[in-house]
């Protein structure tokens, strides 16, 4: 007699957008990883996917289910959403099935999780057809007078955003720096609340060495918290963090994730135990102008289909 797999105890994860508008449980067995593709959209966004049952019961939306904004491309085989206020990814969703199944968790919004502890398995996404063609810098060049310099261009997804980075040379770190090392241009990743969820690979210049072009109709999202120092930075179309403003140093960082010609190979990202650091970040109560994110969404979208159209 053949033996039977005993089915695995399930663990609730709770999870939540960054702003506190959404959130969201899910039953799965006690995560140890999760799935990195490389197709254009995961790659830019960051995802970590981890994917619950199929029966549909084993993710609920526990607040804000009308608060996300969807992105579709291609063949809109599957819906993306993401918080418009804060610009957490937050799933997908295939078409054409059931209500609550072929549904895909962003691990980055998950609480208690330590993403950097888990396995990591690849999907080779960017294999399949179609292959996603990068949208083409629209605007003028960094204006930074630099010496042997290496111009990288760089979109969102949809293409509403466009930049360009002119950087001394190309982009190589070696080796991750240590702590008492970090210099100003270093490339990393932090853990911290919001870092976390943008899934961005970030790196600080001077704005001088760093354009970004805006579709005509298109105002770039911006989420600030806290002594708001960081001015966040995402397209409101497609959900894709762009970089960051430090409006105190005044320096820019842009998510090299967005970049075409990045030499990945060459590079090992520092990674920085934000999440260690002091204030502990609280999920928070939702608020947008006394509005709630249904509302405010609403208001939005009219712009997002002008621009789409």
């Known amino acids: 007699?053949?033996?039977?797999?005993?089915?695995?105890?399930?663990?609730?994860?709770?999870?939540?957008?960054?702003?506190?508008?959404?959130?969201?449980?899910?039953?799965?067995?006690?995560?140890?990883?999760?799935?990195?593709c490389n197709c254009s959209i995961c790659f830019k966004k960051g995802y970590k996917w981890v994917f619950p049952s199929a029966d549909g019961e084993c993710f609920t939306i526990e607040k804000g289910e009308g608060g996300p904004r969807n992105y579709e491309f291609g063949n809109r085989s599957m819906v993306h959403k993401f918080c418009p206020t804060c610009g957490t990814g937050i799933m997908g969703q295939r078409h054409g099935i059931a209500p609550g199944t072929g549904i895909a968790v962003n691990a980055r919004a998950l609480q208690d999780v330590d993403l950097w502890s888990l396995k990591i398995n690849k999907y080779d996404g960017a294999a399949h057809k179609p292959f996603y063609a990068p949208p083409i810098l629209t605007g003028p060049e960094p204006p930074a007078e630099i010496e042997n310099s290496k111009l990288y261009t760089g979109s969102c997804h949809c293409g509403a955003v466009t930049m360009a980075l002119k950087n001394r040379g190309p982009l190589i770190q070696e080796a991750a720096p240590v702590a008492e090392e970090i210099g100003p241009e270093v490339i990393g990743e932090c853990d911290c609340s919001i870092c976390a969820r943008l899934g961005r690979i970030l790196t600080y210049r001077s704005p001088a060495q760093i354009s970004i072009r805006l579709s005509p109709g298109t105002n770039l999202s911006s989420y600030s918290f806290g002594t708001k120092q960081f001015?966040?930075?995402?397209?409101?179309?497609?959900?894709?963090?762009?970089?960051?403003?430090?409006?105190?140093?005044?320096?820019?960082?842009?998510?090299?994730?967005?970049?075409?010609?990045v030499g990945w190979v060459g590079i090992e990202t520092y990674k920085h135990r934000g999440s260690r650091e002091e204030p502990e970040y609280v999920v928070p109560e939702h608020h947008i102008d006394g509005k709630d994110s249904r509302t405010a969404n609403e208001e939005q979208e009219k712009e997002i289909r002008e621009i789409e159209e």
């Open 231 to 261: 001015e966040h930075k995402f397209c409101p179309v497609c959900g894709v963090a762009v970089g960051v403003d430090d409006v105190v140093e005044n320096t820019k960082a842009v998510n090299l994730r967005c970049f075409e010609g």
């Open 1 to 36: 007699m053949a033996e039977t797999t005993p089915t695995p105890e399930l663990k609730t994860y709770n999870g939540n957008c960054h702003c506190g508008a959404v959130k969201f449980s899910i039953k799965i067995p006690e995560l140890t990883s999760v799935t990195e």
